[in-house]
């Protein structure tokens, strides 16, 4: 992996962000000290009506939180989030442009975990050293985790209350999916490849993909590995998956590629055309759209439940 940098700043443009920031030193606001999902210390002042989105999971809640609208900067993997405004200045989600950032005066920044990783320096240090806050939203692991992201991101942007109301719906949709997969007295083994051959991944435990897996009532044949792991091939065919799901979404035909690989032919979810395409972006950005994927999952492993519906 390519290591995080910042681009540094022209040296007019440093001192005139410094002097900038000694002129506010008397002015009179209230401020607000958080500790974001990443254990920072956040200080925010003032109202937050220009915030920037480095990451399309963030951008997906800040727009379910109704707030689109104060999106100033979002990073290239987010132009496809639906309900955002068209023309936002687009930011590398790794190599994110310090004077671009500083050009949109944000109130806040919103980054991801992903964003600090590599060089283990943290990418936006020197906006934060600015007085720029900068809040960081660490790798969700679990179901659970993506709440307490929801939570977080409406506490900072003070509407707490519509962060409450889009996790209850959540919760909602998911249970009921839980419900509806909850009478199968025999779980389902999955495969689920989030990467293909010929270096596969897949998750195992601590990772909210196989808690959703747990949810619709299967059981992942790696839920005893660690997070993301890429497994050989004798490994998958060893463990004979019942039913394989697959995110990829940059090969022509992944289902395709699947059944074609040297021994798969021999797993039961090929013999049986158990291969099945699941939405991309709902199951690799945790949110409260996972329940999209949550749907799909449920209804390619278990197609009965749904056809006695």
């Given at each position: ?188 083994t999955v495969y689920f490849e989030i990467g293909a051959a010929p270096e596969m991944f897949t998750f195992g435990k601590d990772s909210f ?101």
């Open positions: 992996m390519r290591a995080l940098m910042v681009k540094p700043l022209r040296p007019v443009l440093l001192a005139a962000l410094v002097l900038a920031a000694a002129a506010g030193c008397g002015l009179k606001q209230t401020s607000r000290i958080l500790f974001d999902r990443s254990g920072r210390e956040v200080r925010v002042k003032g109202p937050l009506n220009r915030i920037v989105s480095i990451a399309p999971s963030n951008t997906e809640i800040i727009a379910d939180l109704g707030l689109a609208d104060k999106l100033v900067g979002i990073d290239v993997h987010s132009v496809d989030v639906e309900g955002i405004p068209p023309g936002l200045t687009l930011v590398d989600f790794f190599y994110p442009n310090a004077e671009v950032l500083l050009g949109l005066e944000p109130d806040v920044i919103i980054a991801h975990g992903h964003n600090a990783t590599g060089s283990g320096e943290d990418p936006l240090g020197v906006l934060r050293e600015m007085g720029i806050p900068v809040a960081y939203i660490s790798m969700s692991r679990s179901v659970n985790d993506i709440y307490d992201d929801i939570a977080f991101i409406a506490d900072l942007l003070r509407v707490p209350e519509r962060g409450e109301a889009l996790i209850r719906a959540t919760r909602e949709q998911i249970e009921k999916t839980r419900r509806e997969t909850s009478a199968v007295k025999t779980p389902r993909l196989n808690d959703m897996v747990s949810i619709i009532g299967a059981k992942n044949i790696f839920e005893n590995d660690n997070w993301v792991l890429s497994p050989s091939a004798e490994a998958v065919i060893d463990r004979d998956p019942e039913v394989i799901l697959t995110n990829v979404n940059y090969l022509e035909d992944p289902i395709g590629e699947i059944k074609g690989r040297p021994g798969f032919d021999h797993i039961r979810a090929v013999v049986h055309n158990r291969v099945y395409r699941i939405d991309t972006n709902s199951s690799v950005r945790p949110t409260a759209r996972i329940v999209l994927a949550l749907r799909q999952m449920a209804r390619a492993v278990y197609p009965e439940v749904y056809e006695e519906r």
